[in-house]
Each structure stands twice: as C-alpha cells, then as structure tokens.
C-alpha cells in the first residue's frame, strides 16, 4: 500500500495505472473511517482494478463555529483498515498541497448548493466541490464512489459532474446502520451514551414517514408533520430541517412519488447529524 502525500507523485501514479489499461476508482473521505467508509471501499474494489482512497480534512467545507479543529483524525488507525481492505493507495496531503499560497479559484454549482445543508452551512457546498473537483483533476479515476447518506452532496456532485463534463461514473452506495437504525458517521464519536440514545429520533422520524407513505400519504407538508411529531417526543434533540425534495435538485415537492428524497438534520447535544429515506 502506498501513502501518497504530493500531488506530483499521486498524479504520476494514477496516469501510470490508466496507462496499464487499469480501472481506477476513487474514495474520498475526511478519515475517521468507519462500516459506511469501508463499504464504499469494497464496492471499489468490486468495481475497480486499482483503489485510491483520499483521507483529507477539508478545511474550506467547515464554517467558522464549526467542528474543524476538533474533528476526528485517526490516520494511523484509517490505514490499518483500508490495508485489510486491500486499497492500494492512499492520497493524504496536507492543506499547503491543496490549497497554494494565494489559490483564490473556487467550484460552485449555483442554486442546489444552497438548499437542505447548503442553506444551514452557508459556503459548505463551495468547499465540497471545489475539493472534489481537485481530487478528480488530480486521480482522475473512471469511477467515485459516495454514501447516500450525504444525499444533498451526492446532488450537487452530480450537478457538477455534469456540468463540467468530468469524465467518470459518480457511484452512489446505500446508508450502513448501526443494528438499532442509526446512520453511521465519523461525528457519532462526539456523542454522550445518552445522546447516541436521543440520536435514534432521526431513523424513527424518517420511519413514521416511510410508513405514512405505505399507507397512502402523499401530501409532503403532512409527511414533515408527522417527522415532526416524532422528534417532538425527544426534547433533547432540535431540528435543523425535515425536507420532502426532488432527489436532483433538492427542490421541495408538494407531494411524496417513488424516488423522493426526504431528509433530516438535527443538533443532538452539539452534534448535528443528518440522515435521509428514498421512497419506492
């Protein structure tokens, strides 16, 4: 396995692989990895001849009062796994590779970057796809590979993919659980046994409403009700947004078809955690 830390030695290679005639795919991630990070790695591998996976903290896609400086970096630990995983490299440099002296260029994808999370953290999008966008200038794989669990991410990176022509396969693989429903996340070490309890109410509200639509509700302003009912019954929990949208461009729906996106954003103690349900 090789560390990668320059995007001299990453770029050279990645060419060298699709030179061979070698599919490459591409992981990207901030570290902490966890079951949601290893099974877009194993999707990889399924996949693809040759994997790189990308552990690099973005500093652009954090706001000023956020978790940037606190958040979890286990590089020792990340590579132990992805080695188990059989990755081949890993591409971690630091920010002063990323991001030059003087670097004032920028990727936004205009009016979708500003809905669901877009609009709660204004300029996170931004970082997303301009740190996105470098990682597939600089690996240039023939395939990436995303969780639906950052499901407005996965719209604004296909928005971009399209838009800019970048020529490989955005993959988009399923939320992984925990058994008793709580999406998997890096920010999940930040919460209290009390709070990974509370943290339950975003699987149970998108539930009530999976079941609501089973037994034919349509209406998307009483779906959000009934979300909204259940997280009312766990004070500790405040809600950021419960959203009934178009699963490309975030847009509000009037009323829930196959395929629609309902999302959810809470703050559990300080920790604000997302989670969202695709309706079939």
Request: proline content about 4%; overall charge neutral; glycine content about 6%.
């Amino acid at each position: 396995m090789l560390i990668l830390k320059t995007i001299a030695e990453t770029q050279s290679a990645c060419a060298q692989s699709r030179g061979e005639g070698r599919i490459v795919g591409l992981v990207p991630t901030m570290g902490a990895l966890h079951e949601g990070h290893l099974s877009l790695v194993r999707a990889a591998r399924a996949a693809c001849d040759v994997m790189v996976v990308s552990i690099f903290v973005n500093p652009t896609q954090f706001g000023p009062n956020e978790d940037f400086s606190r958040y979890p970096r286990t590089f020792d630990e990340d590579c132990a796994l992805l080695e188990r995983e059989g990755v081949e490299r890993i591409f971690a440099p630091a920010v002063e590779k990323m991001y030059a002296a003087g670097a004032s260029t920028v990727v936004l994808v205009d009016g979708v970057s500003d809905r669901l999370d877009g609009a709660s953290r204004p300029g996170h999008f931004r970082g997303v796809t301009t740190v996105v966008g470098k990682l597939f200038h600089i690996i240039r794989p023939h395939k990436a590979f995303f969780g639906q669990k950052d499901a407005a991410q996965v719209a604004v990176l296909r928005k971009m993919v399209r838009d800019l022509n970048f020529p490989l396969k955005l993959v988009v693989c399923p939320i992984v659980r925990e058994a008793d429903g709580l999406a998997l996340s890096s920010r999940n070490r930040y919460l209290s046994k009390k709070e990974r309890e509370q943290a339950l109410v975003l699987h149970r509200a998108l539930q009530k409403v999976d079941e609501a639509v089973a037994a034919g509700e349509r209406s998307a302003a009483r779906l959000i009700e009934a979300a909204r009912a259940v997280f009312s019954n766990e004070p500790g929990v405040r809600v950021d947004y419960i959203a009934v949208v178009d699963p490309d461009t975030l847009e509000d729906v009037p009323e829930a078809r196959s395929g629609t996106l309902v999302a959810v954003a809470a703050f559990v103690g300080t920790t604000r955690l997302i989670d969202n349900l695709l309706l079939s």
